[in-house]
């Protein structure tokens, strides 16, 4: 089945009595606690780090996926998603001990792994923010256009007040109203997301240096298009699997590329990226050991790294040099030390100045 071809929402709503709900699953934060089980928790608004005593006691609100309550149960997605992470939990532990078997996993698993991956992106508080700043415009430009409307018009002042006190007088019935319906909405459509990840090339590999992950696991950036910003599909995706192992997902220059899994180690260079990436993608905490990041200086690298992106992508088009071997990504350009090297560099390359 295409991506475009007619969707099919599954259900995903169901009775739970769990309170302790984590956006960031719990069995991925284990990998990133010390060897006495206590994580390290960064947050970037305050600038202050935590020690966490176990690695469940972060990543968590309490009710954070409910959406109703009744008689002492919630009606929520929490039961989805802990399905979700048990389906998905052996083969990430099979990626973590042995990278190569990602060039010979069956696509059944493969699409497991994709579907829990898709969730990801849209479980993080990240999502929530972004859907409440595109819904607040939404609704401040429709009351403007109402406010316009209604003057020209001539309609009466209390008709007019009735329209704007309306809480979506722009959206239809079917469109979500608060954060964890929009959640919950996107997650019915977890299959079709999963198809457009399985359709990008994935490579999985070690780091030479430690990693760490973020309340926003699957972090995106537009790093593989010129003139980006794009869809789900146009993202290039990190998701640190441990310290020391790192899946990319990367869209293919063309629609008809057949997807790649690649087992290739990373080099530092690449590393520095994925830290960038991660770091300006969270939301608020870090999990791990991880450099002395804030939230504006986090954002700021990584929108250098997505402009140096474009402008490096464009220059691909105009010759061969400003590339090793014509490879479409970004992270196979020339390193930082190059001579060819045109832009800023990542915050933690060793060589910057």
Same mark, same amino acid.
């Given at each position: 089945?295409?991506?475009?071809?007619?969707?099919?929402?599954?259900?995903?709503?169901?009775?739970?009595?769990?309170?302790?709900?984590?956006?960031?699953?719990?069995?991925?934060?284990?990998?990133?606690?010390?060897?006495?089980?206590?994580?390290?928790?960064?947050?970037?608004? =305050?600038?202050?780090?935590?020690?966490?005593?176990?690695?469940?006691?972060?990543?968590?609100?309490?009710?954070?996926?409910?959406?109703?309550?009744?008689?002492?149960?919630?009606?929520?997605?929490?039961?989805?998603?802990?399905?979700?992470?048990?389906?998905?939990?052996?083969?990430?532990?099979?990626?973590?001990?042995?990278?190569?078997?990602?060039?010979?996993?069956?696509?059944?698993?493969?699409?497991?792994?994709?579907?829990?991956?898709?969730?990801?992106?849209?479980?993080?508080?990240?999502?929530?923010?972004?859907?409440?700043?595109?819904?607040?415009?939404?609704?401040?430009?429709?009351?403007?256009?109402?406010?316009?409307?209604?003057?020209?018009?001539?309609?009466?002042?209390?008709?007019?007040?009735?329209?704007?006190?309306?809480?979506?007088?722009?959206?239809?019935?079917?469109?979500?109203?608060?954060?964890?319906?929009?959640?919950?909405?996107?997650?019915?459509?977890?299959?079709?997301?999963?198809?457009?990840?399985?359709?990008?090339?994935?490579?999985?590999?070690?780091?030479?240096?430690?990693?760490?992950?973020?309340?926003?696991?699957?972090?995106?950036?537009?790093?593989?298009?010129?003139?980006?910003?794009?869809?789900?599909?146009?993202?290039?995706?990190?998701?640190?699997?441990?310290?020391?192992?790192?899946?990319?997902?990367?869209?293919?220059?063309?629609?008809?590329?057949?997807?790649?899994?690649?087992?290739?180690?990373?080099?530092?260079?690449?590393?520095?990226?994925?830290?960038?990436?991660?770091?300006?993608?969270?939301?608020?905490?870090?999990?791990?050991?991880?450099?002395?990041? =804030?939230?504006?200086?986090?954002?700021?690298?990584?929108?250098?790294?997505?402009?140096?992106?474009?402008?490096?992508?464009?220059?691909?088009?105009?010759?061969?040099?400003?590339?090793?071997?014509?490879?479409?990504?970004?992270?196979?350009?020339?390193?930082?030390?190059?001579?060819?090297?045109?832009?800023?560099?990542?915050?933690?390359?060793?060589?910057?100045?």
């Amino acid at each position: 089945m295409h991506p475009t071809e007619k969707r099919i929402d599954e259900p995903n709503v169901s009775p739970t009595r769990v309170v302790k709900q984590h956006h960031v699953p719990a069995f991925m934060l284990r990998r990133f606690a010390s060897s006495d089980e206590r994580i390290t928790c960064r947050n970037l608004r =305050t600038d202050r780090v935590r020690r966490r005593p176990s690695p469940t006691a972060a990543g968590y609100e309490p009710s954070y996926f409910d959406l109703a309550k009744a008689r002492g149960f919630s009606l929520s997605l929490e039961s989805w998603l802990q399905e979700t992470e048990a389906r998905v939990g052996p083969f990430i532990g099979t990626f973590v001990a042995d990278p190569s078997s990602i060039e010979s996993m069956p696509q059944e698993r493969l699409h497991v792994v994709a579907r829990f991956l898709a969730s990801l992106r849209f479980r993080s508080p990240a999502f929530r923010e972004e859907y409440e700043r595109v819904r607040t415009f939404q609704r401040d430009w429709a009351r403007q256009m109402i406010d316009g409307y209604c003057d020209r018009a001539g309609v009466s002042k209390e008709t007019k007040e009735s329209w704007l006190s309306r809480e979506v007088p722009f959206f239809s019935d079917d469109v979500p109203v608060s954060a964890v319906e929009a959640v919950a909405a996107h997650l019915a459509e977890c299959d079709d997301y999963a198809r457009l990840l399985r359709s990008m090339h994935w490579r999985l590999g070690i780091s030479p240096k430690p990693l760490f992950l973020s309340d926003n696991p699957l972090a995106g950036a537009y790093l593989s298009k010129p003139f980006g910003p794009g869809g789900f599909g146009d993202l290039t995706y990190y998701l640190p699997l441990a310290p020391q192992v790192l899946l990319r997902l990367t869209p293919p220059k063309n629609l008809d590329d057949p997807p790649l899994r690649e087992r290739r180690d990373f080099s530092t260079y690449e590393a520095s990226v994925a830290s960038t990436v991660v770091a300006g993608d969270a939301h608020t905490y870090l999990y791990g050991e991880s450099p002395p990041w =804030t939230r504006e200086s986090a954002k700021k690298e990584l929108g250098r790294l997505e402009t140096l992106a474009g402008h490096n992508q464009w220059a691909m088009g105009q010759g061969d040099r400003y590339s090793k071997d014509g490879l479409w990504p970004i992270f196979q350009l020339v390193s930082p030390d190059d001579p060819d090297w045109h832009g800023p560099v990542p915050k933690d390359w060793p060589g910057r100045k």
